[in-house]
């Protein structure tokens, strides 16, 4: 009895803030959109049944979806810019964590220390950190013209370069900690063993460190790539207006258009999206686990 | 190895200082006089002052300190049910679906839990304000305090519970006298995450607030959006000073039991 | 006092106990005794709570025990890991089933005082639990599971993380805790040599199934089966057919071209029955000569020899190809030992030495 209590609370809390919620998205996507209170029809209404209701469904909106290409723009140019993000804080995340990996053992807890500091600082402010270095009179235009390399500000900000500096930035902590335990548990006598077999540095690198910390950057890749994929911050504040992203389609589709039924399509479409990547990432955490 | 390699320090040096440079100005420039956020022009604290005054902030600030604290307490209290059950429960009608559960609000995007989480609202037809907020916040941080807590429980000897049963325990009493003083650490930390993540958040807060209720988040946002103010930098600088004291103080303090537990262990191992 | 009546346990497709029914007395010291994984822990989970029968029933004291909770139980259980709670101090561990009964601050007091005495533990009261070494962190489980007076205590392997020493030491001291205390105390262990030091009753079991239940000097003496003989100490077996000769006693044949051995067994055999003699090393007599009168003797060649110490085991090859072996006290220096390898002697023993085992 008791055994059922303990259960039954966070199990119903679950299914009625998370997946009864989901259901309604689901379902309001197949509805049709409607000047009223609340903006779509048609209404559940218990006194014409079920399959009067689920006979008013369509996939409208999706076809919808499919036939303005502002959609099909806004999917392609979120997983392009997750794509090229990821790899590029992989690009910077990686020397980090070797770096640190490398670095002499008690400096390591203080190391570690600096990288988690800025993920408990809010999100909202590091990207607002760089609206001030990226402008026209910004700090980064300020010190490039003062060291003579360009004469002219560059546009950086409200562009997707912006947008990829801000999604290196942010996700960073969460490239580097994976990859750096993934490399902090790997052997040292390894590489030494590999340049024994005759490895240049560069070569042994290659063929022995990157394998083996192979888990840690899948690892890292995915905890950028999948919450990049919905992102609405970074590219409302740094990107243009030109800058595509899904979040934020979803998030103008519903608080400017108030278009609700085709901004749960776009948010199911974008889960179904998602589905891939994660499913990939729960296969490369178990392996992990596994390998353990 | 002693020495650091060349390469090492450079990229380490260039690493940090990416992390950190945007910050230090950040905080440099919330003492500028003027109110061009770009360029210096002496010391001042008069963006501070302004920030005090400014009711609408406090308001949020109070507002979104009230709705972490509820949120979050909450969280820590259902999230370690839901780990008990998830690692202990042993099997059950629908456990996979609520596993799964636990485990997707993780890698769900804000956009979406929070539109969801707006429509069920206005579906039960719910006035949206500090406790819809409170509600969206809850649910989804007791999923990281649940994985928090369960990472703990899975490593944790059950024979210790059979030997609070065993010298006369309730079962309720086995958990309030032994597992939960000795998960604490986890559950603590799990709440502070739960704190951290409804102070910081933004997307779902905006989705489930009324007008009634405006969070710090929201309001920086909306303030952010028109460009860099000087009194956001205050702010900023604010909330930055508060979380770098919080993380250093325990980092010291852990720093400070590990040694004295090794100091104690091996003043056991002679005796 | 306590009874097992036909009690079955199933993991799923598995049976872990095997309709086993048991006694055991008051002030016992009862061994379980068996090969890993043949249910001894299950067993003792199912006295203490943590498990149900699936079927058959125990009762204690006469009453069934089903229907009570581990918390309820004046059941004490010892574990394996010690199950010390780290964030609790020595003295804290000992007092905390006392403080769930209740009892007066200053009856627990007494109590905790008298059992750090008895555990030789008192210097250690304020410590926490991974600030003292092993064996005192056995001493402090064992001071916790005794402190509610329990009628019965379970021991799961309680000195298995101890060294041979500390182990000894240990077990005359659990014996001495028990004669004093009067409780009822099963012990389960791995180390047969243990089971038989300490307790007054050894259990042998397998697969879920007591083979025998019987005291210690019994059960190393008269094995009920093969599997027992074998099990406890060192033994030969020899197989051969049984063929009744006398009231008592048979005439075993065992190879083609030796005499047949004879034997005094009080379990019956019927004529061309096979049979294994078990007998215990230190039973076989080695000599150089053919010894005059003994009523079995056969003779060999030395393949090896084992040196303990204070004993020397050979063995022996006989000329079928199987080998004895034969043990004998080393009163001498062993520079003046008087067999060596390759040496030609003769085995021999008594014929009430052994006992005839059905197969
Ligand atoms: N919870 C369980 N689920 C399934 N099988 C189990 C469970 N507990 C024990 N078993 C099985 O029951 C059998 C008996 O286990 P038990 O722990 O009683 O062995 P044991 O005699 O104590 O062994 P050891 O000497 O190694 O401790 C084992 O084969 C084990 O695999
Ligand atoms: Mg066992």
């Given amino acids: ?184 548990r790997l052997d040292g006598s390894l590489i030494e063993a590999a340049e024994d077999l005759g490895c240049s540095r560069l070569t042994a690198f290659w063929l022995v460190t990157i394998p083996l910390s192979k888990t840690g950057i899948i690892a890292g890749s995915f905890l950028v790539f999948i919450p990049v994929l919905g992102e609405f911050v970074i590219p409302s504040l740094l990107g243009g207006s030109d800058t595509l992203m899904i979040g934020k389609v979803l998030w103008e589709e519903f608080f400017s258009n108030r278009d609700w039924p085709v901004a749960s399509a776009v948010a199911v479409v974008l889960l179904l999206l998602l589905v891939i990547p994660i499913v990939l990432f729960q296969r490369n955490q178990q392996k992990q686990q596994e390998a353990e | 190895m002693n020495r650091m390699s060349w390469f090492n320090a450079v990229s380490l040096t260039l690493g940090f200082a990416f992390l950190y440079i945007p910050m230090v100005i950040l905080v440099i420039f919330s003492f500028n006089e003027s109110k061009l956020v770009t360029v210096w022009a002496g ?105 928090v807590v369960s990472s703990r429980l899975v490593t944790f000897d059950r024979s210790l519970e059979e030997a609070a049963l065993d010298l006369g325990c309730s079962p309720a009493e086995a958990f309030r006298l032994v597992t939960l003083p000795i998960i604490a650490p986890a559950v603590i930390s799990g709440w502070l995450l739960a704190f951290t993540l409804s102070l910081d958040d933004l997307v779902i807060a905006s989705f489930t607030s009324g007008p009634s209720a405006t969070t710090l988040p929201i309001k920086i946002f909306s303030a952010v959006r028109l460009g860099v103010s000087p009194e956001i930098n205050a702010l900023s600088t604010i909330m930055i000073s508060i979380v770098t004291v919080g993380v250093i103080t325990a980092s010291l303090v852990t720093k400070h039991q590990v040694a004295r537990q090794k100091r104690e262990e091996q003043a056991a191992e002679r005796a | 006092m306590i009874h097992f009546q036909n009690v079955t346990k199933r993991y799923g497709e598995f049976t872990a106990i095997d309709n086993l029914t048991i006694d055991i007395y008051e002030r016992e010291f009862y061994a379980l005794l068996g090969p890993s994984g043949c249910g001894k822990t299950t067993l003792m989970r199912m006295l203490a709570g943590f498990e149900t029968p699936t079927e058959g029933k125990i009762f204690l004291a006469g009453q069934d025990i089903a229907p009570v909770p581990p918390n309820k139980r004046a059941v004490n259980m010892m574990f394996q890991s010690y199950a010390l709670f780290p964030h609790l101090s020595i003295w804290e561990n000992i007092a905390f089933g006392l403080k769930r009964e209740k009892m007066p601050k200053h009856d627990i007091n007494d109590r905790v005082e008298e059992m750090l005495r008895l555990t030789r533990l008192e210097k250690f009261a304020r410590r926490k639990p991974h600030q003292i070494s092993g064996g005192q962190r056995q001493r402090v489980a064992l001071a916790r599971s005794l402190a509610k007076h329990p009628k019965l205590l379970l021991l799961d392997e309680p000195l298995g993380a101890l060294d041979k020493k500390l182990r000894q030491d240990t077990q005359f001291e659990l014996m001495d805790i028990q004669e004093k205390t009067g409780t009822t105390f099963v012990i389960v262990t791995h180390d047969q040599e243990e089971a038989m030091t300490v307790a007054s009753r050894v259990a042998v079991m397998d697969h879920g199934k007591i083979i025998q239940v019987s005291t210690p000097d019994r059960i190393y003496e008269n094995p009920n089966s093969v599997y027992v003989a074998d099990f406890i100490g060192d033994v030969n077996l020899i197989e051969g057919t049984a063929k009744l000769n006398g009231s008592d006693s ?11 051995l004879s034997i005094k067994s009080p379990n019956a055999f019927s004529d061309g029955q096979k049979c294994h ?72 023993w008594t014929a009430t030495a052994g006992v005839l085992l059905a197969d």
Avoid at chain 1, 5 to 18: D, K, R, T
Avoid at chain 2, 43 to 66: D, M, P, Q, R
């Fill in chain 2, 43 to 147: 010391f001042s604290t008069k963006w501070y002052g302004e920030l005090l005054e400014n009711e609408a902030f406090l308001n949020a600030a109070w507002v979104t300190i009230k709705v972490a604290v509820f949120s979050s307490t909450m969280a820590t209290v259902l999230g370690t049910i839901a780990a008990y059950v998830l690692v202990r429960g042993g099997r059950f009608m629908g456990r996979t679906l609520f596993s799964g559960m636990i485990y997707a609000p993780l890698v769900m995007p804000e956009v979406i839990t929070g539109l969801s989480l707006l429509l069920l609202f206005i579906g039960i037809g719910l006035d949206r304000g500090v406790f819809t907020i409170v509600l969206a916040h809850t649910t989804f941080a007791m999923c990281y305090v649940s994985v």
């Fill in chain 3, 250 to 260: 048979y005439a075993m044949s065992w190879h083609e071209g030796h005499a047949p």
């Fill in chain 1, 1 to 184: 009895m008791r055994r059922f209590v303990l259960i039954a609370i966070p199990y119903v809390w679950l299914l009625a803030l998370f997946l009864v919620p989901f259901a309604i998205v689901l379902k309001i996507a197949l509805s049709d959109a409607a000047v009223a209170r609340p903006p779509y029809f048609p209404q559940f209404d218990w006194a014409e049944g079920i399959a009067a209701f689920i006979a008013e469904l369509d996939f409208e909106n999706f076809v919808w979806l499919t036939e303005d290409d502002l959609y099909w723009k806004a999917y392609l140019s979120s997983l392009k810019i997750a794509v090229i993000s990821t790899f590029f804080t992989l690009l910077a995340g990686y020397p980090i964590a070797y770096g640190m990996a490398r670095a002499p053992e008690e400096w390591r807890p203080t190391l570690m220390m600096l990288v988690i500091l800025p993920f408990w600082t809010s999100f909202l402010i590091r990207v607002y950190a760089w609206m001030g270095i990226l402008s026209n009179e910004g700090f980064l235009n300020q010190f490039l013209m003062w060291i003579g390399v360009i004469s002219e500000p560059l546009t950086i900000l409200n562009t997707n370069s912006a947008v990829y500096i801000g999604i290196v930035y942010t996700y960073l902590p969460f490239m580097i900690l994976p990859v750096y335990s993934a490399l902090e």
């Fill in chain 3, 277 to 348: 003699l078990a007998i215990r090393p230190e039973k076989v007599a080695i000599s150089a000569d053919q010894p005059a009168e003994a009523d079995n003797a056969v003779q060999g060649r030395i393949l090896d020899i084992a040196y303990l110490g204070n004993i020397s085991t050979y063995h022996v090859e006989l000329p079928t190809g199987a080998v004895i072996k034969a043990q004998t006290a080393n009163t001498r220096r062993i520079a003046r030992r008087a067999f060596t390898w390759e040496d030609t002697v003769w085995l021999s």
